[in-house]
């Protein structure tokens, strides 16, 4: 059974960092499978913020861009997001999804910017 679990969100004042986690088990090959990190704030739908392939190459949405930062560590099963210069609009609650089998998404985890 795959598992996400996300982790290290918070409260931030803007212009701040975080980095989160997304911790995943159950899968026979982690480093083989392309993931993702999601944001959804209220009343908004969700977004795709960050992809990380398997070879680790990354791609990024237009508003996170220059601040957002995706990586991997394949020994642990896990993927980070390390979040710079953070803005009130970055607000939101975050998921990380693996879409190959799936798709599996870990719980979310919370992400507050406001000073």
């Known amino acids: 059974q795959v598992q996400i679990v996300e982790s290290g969100g918070g409260l931030v004042q803007p212009g701040g960092s975080l980095r989160l986690s997304c911790a995943a088990s159950?899968?026979?090959?982690?480093?083989?499978?392309?993931m993702d990190w999601y944001r959804q704030a209220p009343g908004k739908e969700r977004e795709l913020v960050a992809g990380?392939?398997?070879?680790?190459?990354?791609n990024y949405g237009d508003s996170v861009k220059g601040r957002f930062t995706a990586s991997r560590d394949n020994a642990k099963n896990t993927i980070y997001l390390q979040m710079n210069s953070l803005k009130p609009e970055d607000t939101a609650v975050y998921f990380c999804?693996?879409?190959?089998?799936?798709?599996?998404w870990g719980q979310g985890i919370q992400v507050t910017v406001s000073s």
């Open positions: 990380i392939d398997n070879d680790g190459s990354t």
């Open positions: 999804n693996i879409p190959r089998g799936g798709p599996y």
């Open positions: 159950g899968l026979i090959f982690f480093n083989i499978y392309a």
